[in-house]
Nanobody, 117 residues
């Protein structure tokens, strides 16, 4: 499984950005696709996840109502729509994939999101 995140950049606080994660090496039935982020001098944290087959999503509290994860099965792509961005959302964002509960086995290189105040 190979993953490639893209779409990062510089945005003002209150703005929006959409990240994409192109996946290859599937099929991905049974996979959970996750978005993570790591801010400077902080631990990597989960943002949310989506099941490939059913499209069921889960979000961490700090992004609920602002971020939305979706996937396009035909394009083998997972998206992270980020709205109402805050400076504290500044981080390198990673997509990951797993078939194992509690552990992500496949990671792609991150994409940097910078939110200016």
């Amino acid at each position: 499984v190979q993953l490639q995140a893209s779409g990062g950049g510089l945005v003002q606080a209150g703005g929006s950005l959409r990240l994409s994660c192109a996946a290859s090496g599937g099929p991905f039935g049974g996979y959970v696709m996750g978005w993570f982020r790591q801010a400077p001098r902080k631990e990597r944290e989960l943002v949310g996840s989506i099941t490939w087959t059913g499209g069921n999503t889960v979000y961490r509290d700090y992004v609920k109502g602002r971020f939305t994860i979706s996937r396009d099965i035909a394009k083998n792509t997972v998206y992270l729509q980020m709205n109402s961005l805050k400076p504290e959302d500044t981080a390198v964002y990673y997509c990951a994939a797993t078939t194992t509960i509690g552990r992500y086995d496949h990671w792609g290189p991150g994409t940097l999101v910078t939110v200016s105040s």
